[in-house]
């Protein structure tokens, strides 16, 4: 049985109900991920974390010296920010993948190409942190574990904010209403 077509947004409401709900999905999938990083952490396998780093690299661009405490917490909000927008990227373009596609694994790549397209790309680029190739092998793979379990929960938390509703009993119907 061939599968479905792949769904696309047909408005610019259906673009931001899904870029919406990506956001929130990546918001939350960026939890878990942040455990596993702290746990890696907590095993000797990171050094500084990356999204500290980043953190730190951004603060410094603009003279920014925050207190520790303010630190942290912009560590944090950062780390969501960046996982809410590519959810809400990978929400967009999952449309174009057909439905057969099982979206914890869709997720699950998408998880890998964020690691690349950070760790491999501008992260790297902007000397933030050392390629990957050339970085730890325990703090890279501790990564690539981190962003396997962003991307799967990212794609099952967008497939259930996403999946397609039945009507509630009280929703209004077309056509005539049976009589009782």
């Known amino acids: 049985m061939p599968s479905p077509p792949p769904r696309t947004p047909r408005t610019v409401t259906d673009l931001v109900t899904d870029a919406a709900a990506g956001a929130a999905a990546g918001a939350l999938a960026t939890v878990p991920m942040s455990g596993l990083m702290l746990l890696a952490q ?3 396998l ?3 974390q990356p999204p500290r780093r980043i953190t730190d690299a951004a603060l410094g661009t603009v003279g920014a010296r925050p207190s520790e405490r303010a630190r942290r917490a912009l560590t944090a909000l ?6 809410a927008g590519a959810g809400a990227v990978f929400a967009v373009l999952q449309r174009a ?3 057969a596609v099982p979206r914890p694994l869709l997720g699950a790549a998408h998880g890998l190409l964020v690691w690349a397209v950070s760790y491999a790309g501008w992260v790297a680029a902007a000397g933030i ?3 990957a190739h050339r970085d730890r092998t325990d703090r ?4 690539v574990a981190a962003h396997l379990v962003y991307g799967s929960v990212l794609g099952a938390a967008t497939a259930r904010l996403l999946r397609p509703h039945a009507p509630t009993p009280h929703a209004p119907t077309t056509g005539p209403r049976p009589v009782p």
Request: proline share 14%; no cysteine.
């Open 42 to 44: 907590r095993l000797g």
């Open 97 to 99: 993948v057909p439905r």
């Open 129 to 131: 942190m050392p390629p």
């Open 46 to 48: 990171m050094g500084v």
């Open 140 to 143: 890279q793979t501790a990564m």
């Open 78 to 83: 950062d780390h969501l920010a960046f996982g």
